[in-house]
């Protein structure tokens, strides 16, 4: 089992471990999770290199920081296990276009909890999913089925790709296309390689784009470079131009705690990749 403070990680939840597993409790840490736990690779942009041990993302948690799938769902479900919830980690995909290839290789980590039956959905079985960004406020029946949230529309099927798995298509106003989930449970360690990729890479997107996400139960904030994005009921885009706004989006918005000396490093890193994708757009 791996060993949390669980105490400091409800704290930045800011929740109470009032009870048993409950349908009630898992929403409210699912919700409480994306709306102030904020998806992000700021850690790449700042050199300073990750795993995807849950102990340790949980402690960078707890510290006031976020992270990508293999950090947010793998801290998720060691909180999750630490208070009593029946949870499986799968090994996923995430899939950025109707053009990409369907099936998992491994780029998503994904969680599902068993056990909390309810009328609508007896089987007790649950979709919970921390790490998709801009996707999911609520935990989704493993039920096939159309499924509202907010402003925003998820359909849930069995996987043509993943056999006995499932495949959770996005809003078509997402980032990414799709989700495909493989049946069966994986160890943490069945993403270093995939985690080394995003992270190292030249071709992986997080290291070519800095990129923060936060969702709430009426929209979602995105941050991608220096571009703010408000996407709900009514959608708004900001160029955050200043180092002080940037740095008041960070903790204002997307709940995010760095240094000063953090702030140094990584402002003039994301200055210069705007200035390069100015020069894409206009040439």
Partial sequence: MVVIDVEGYLRRLRLLHDGPPSVAGLFSLQRAHVERVAYENLAIWLDQPTTVDP?????????????????????????????????????????????????????????????????????????????????????IPLIPGTYHQGPFVYGL???????????????????????????????????????????????????????????????????TGLSLRRLGHHDTTTLLDRETDFSEALADIFGLTITRQELTHLWPRLWTAHEKWLTTKTS
């Fill in 55 to 139: 102990a340790e993302s949980a402690g960078r948690i707890v510290a006031g920081r976020g992270g990508y799938c293999f950090h947010l769902n793998g801290a998720f479900s060691a909180l999750l296990n630490a208070l009593g919830y029946q949870v499986t980690r799968h090994f996923g995909s995430v899939q950025g276009s109707p053009a990409s290839p369907a099936g998992s290789i491994g780029n998503h980590l994904v969680l599902t909890v068993t056990g909390l039956p309810t009328p609508d959905n007896p089987t007790g079985e649950w979709l919970v999913d921390a790490g998709l960004g801009d996707a999911i406020h609520d935990p």
């Fill in 157 to 223: 099927r069995p996987s043509e790709a993943e056999p006995g798995g499932w495949r959770l298509d996005h809003d078509p106003r997402g980032s990414f296309h799709g989700m495909d989930l493989r049946p069966g449970p994986v160890t943490m360690d069945t993403f270093e390689n995939m985690h080394k990729h995003l992270s190292t890479s030249p071709d992986s997107s997080f290291v070519r784009t800095s990129a923060i996400q936060r969702r709430d139960p009426n929209g979602i904030d995105t941050l």
